[in-house]
């Protein structure tokens, strides 16, 4: 009889053992795995990411300009070119909207006849302020903080702009106007 | 063949597989059940194993990397010998094995074949339909082109919107923060290691648990299911009328499965493969994105939703339809089998099947979205301008200019997404008109910035000459003769 609770007491220890051994590599496992999630917000999210000249955008006009991803790596090819729609609204002022619909992040056309931006998507259409005018998306188009530096128009750009909860309080800019000389 | 014999003795002494095999083989099934309305699951593992070879034969050239996917897709398409054969085989295996999933769940559920003591297996299938669904998602990204650069951003957004963990969840689908290498490689690996690991380790418990419980009895009307009873009944039925799986239920299994390949086949050899479409560049933004043949429905139901419906729907309907069908087997685990007994069964399926149609079928002409070239390609027909005013004819041209068009069908061309306006002035007054068109209203957006007044007059006193010739145009009743001022 002591015999056998001797047996199960060694079993129950090589468990025991095993369960540490699993929870000692299994941790740095999970860490491994929400690395994107923890990785937070480096250095190089959101950095100031140049659109070109200011001068290629034409005053009172919506254009479409492209930068590289600021978080791209060697391997990502042609999708860290990012699109995004700048419209100069009198020449000293700008707003700059990502491509990405509202709605479910399918690419916005501008229609400058009409004034519209229409997504091809599900159908949402937004105003040349980037305000919503119809369709699904509960919200205007996203917006990135801007300035002008040396002639060059800048972005803070870096994240995919994605809809969600957190996303209908927060904008990508704080909706306060920037002054372009600041 | 001695020779064959002797070898296949001695391995048998130590492997000792040969007995189970032959029990397996020979188990008793009931004799009703050697039907050809039994054969879907077996085909289902046919061509998920036939979905693993072709599957390893892309790999063999496939790049998963994000600036490498679509060029060695390319490759295989136009370059390798047969490349284009075997990947219009996994894509058309791919289609069939979900079509024969669902059809094979369609016939448990009408057979009652998820009752007491089968709960389990249908359980084990249900995880095996959501595996294959998985499958057919992390499919479509790893063919890396436009649909799949703007469907990863559909489901990241969908992912954003859970509460409290959504951006954490977009990360991790995502990779990092936006849709690039990192996000096509985690899809590889889900697509090529983890999820076919665990649909193998799921269809194994399947099969055993079928093996282990029997194979559904042909259901009789008035043949209920009891716990009491069943097993005896069940043990009765397979030792008294049962016949041996081999040979009378495996030959239909085998042929049906068989005919199925060939007409995997057949697709593949008459349609080819599937895209990829254009380079997954998101600077080339002339592009309408559209997610494969079975997802076609949940395209339609997010177009369709309310937008205050649509996040609610989006993240509790998944969890009820769960619910639902990991529930059912407890809660109607008893009773009749048959269908010709259960009216509510067949009108679900009934329901689901029209459903999923009708949004199948609306996902392929996509009504709700604008026509975006409709202004430059779609004409107004000529009749709708011959013996018009000057202003009227300005108005057509306004209105083909303000791309009224892309969402406004006349004579049957244009865009569906705003009512066709080929009888507009019987439904609306010129005051009407006017208000409508600068305020916008009803999904409709506001052109009042963005029309002067010539061009305002002139639209409206065209669309004012849209009635048909039989119908007089609507009139405001306050300034008609002899109105009360």
Known sequence: MSDLSRRQMCLRISMLFNGLVGAILG??????????????QSAADNRWTSLGAVDRFPSGQTRLATYRSPVANLSDGETAEIPCWVRNIDGNNFQVFAINCAHLGCPVRWFP?????????????????????????ERGLFQYPFKILDGQLQIQAGELPTPGPSAANRDLINIRRQSPCA | MRLIRTAAQWLDERLQLGAPIRDT?????????????????????????????????????YVPSAAEAWNSLQILNHQISLGWFIRALHGWGSNFMLAIVLIHMVQVFLFGAYKYPRELTWILGVFLLLMTLGMAFTGQVLRFDQDAYWGLGIGASICSRVPFVGPALVSLLLGGPIIAGATLSRFFALHVFVIPGLLIAFVGLHVLLILK?????????????????????????THTDGVPFVPYGVWKDAVFSGLILLTIAACALYFGPFGPSGQPDPRVIQTA????????????????????????VLLIGPVIALIVLLGLPFVSGEGEKTWKRRPIAVLTIVLVAVSLGTFTNMADHTPWSPVMDASTSASIPSKLLSGRTPVQIQGALVFQEKQCHNCHALGGIGGQRGPALDAVAVRLTGDQLIRQVLQGGGNMPAYGKNLDPAETTSLVAFLQTLHPAASAPARDASQAPGAQP
């Open chain 1, 27 to 40: 941790i740095p496992v999970v860490r491994y795995l929400l690395y994107p999630v923890t990785r937070g």
């Open chain 1, 113 to 137: 006849q009409s004034r519209l931006f229409m997504c091809p998507c599900h159908g949402g259409a937004y105003y040349e302020d980037g305000s919503r005018a119809s369709g699904p998306p």
């Open chain 2, 25 to 61: 083989m020979e188990h008793p099934i009931p004799r009703d059940t050697a039907s050809w309305f039994y054969v879907f699951g077996s085909a289902a593992m046919t061509v998920f194993a036939f979905q693993l070879v072709t599957g390893i034969l892309l790999a063999l050239v």
């Open chain 2, 213 to 237: 419980l029997g194979i559904n009895e042909w259901p009789m009307p008035g043949r209920l299911v009891r716990r009491s009873d069943y097993r005896e009944k069940y043990h009765e039925l």
């Open chain 2, 289 to 312: 994105p559209r997610p494969d043949y079975f997802f076609l429905w949940l395209y339609a139901l997010l177009s369709l939703l309310p937008p205050q419906l649509e996040t609610p």
